[in-house]
């Protein structure tokens, strides 16, 4: 590693710092530095690090983001908002793409439309009693989704939606801990 570029040390610290917090991606398996694969986290600390956001979001002052811009401009031009997330919403896509929260193999799009995505998103007591899996298919959609409507997982967090998901993954973890006991 002596006469390795500034870009490759770069990359070997990262696989480093990957390989030292274990995680792994759905879809395709991570190699830590001596080539071996690394395991995707287990169920409980992908739980315990979605249920981690439960105390950020239920923060009265917590703000997932803000729309900018959408001012009129000269000769009759508008100039489109955008939508600008909060650093801890940022941090919450990171986190689900990292724990394997976004399913990759999922047709998301022909799911959302389905009757199980329609029970989850329009019923509480369905969503209330969701599977680690179906956690992940609403997430999958309401992160996928937002790539394509800016601000819908903004929304999602307005209405509510989000933040039950949350809470479901926090009532998971805690009913796996005490089955553990």
């Given at each position: ?11 070997c610290r990262a696989s480093h710092l990957s390989a030292s917090l274990n995680l792994g991606y ?58 600008v997330p909060s650093d801890p919403a940022e941090a919450f896509v990171r986190m689900a793409h ?84």
């Amino acid at each position: 590693m002596d006469n390795a570029t500034p870009h490759q040390r770069r990359r070997c610290r990262a696989s480093h710092l990957s390989a030292s917090l274990n995680l792994g991606y759905a879809g395709w398996t991570m190699k830590n530095t001596d080539g071996r694969p690394m395991l995707r986290p287990n169920l409980t600390e992908r739980l315990d690090r979605l249920a981690a956001f439960l105390s950020i979001f239920e923060d009265p002052g917590f703000s997932f983001g803000l729309w900018i811009g959408g001012k009129p401009m000269p000769h009759l031009q508008l100039h489109m908002p955008s939508f600008v997330p909060s650093d801890p919403a940022e941090a919450f896509v990171r986190m689900a793409h990292d724990m394997g929260w976004v399913l990759p193999d999922l047709d998301w799009k022909s799911w959302k439309d389905g009757a199980e995505a329609g029970e989850l998103l329009n019923c509480p007591e369905t969503l209330a009693r969701a599977t680690p899996e179906q956690l992940a298919k609403l997430l999958t959609v309401l992160v996928r989704q937002d790539r394509f409507v800016e601000g819908s997982l903004a929304q999602a967090f307005d209405s509510g939606f989000l933040v039950a998901i949350v809470r479901r993954a926090d009532a998971l973890r805690h009913e796996i801990s005490t089955e553990e006991c």
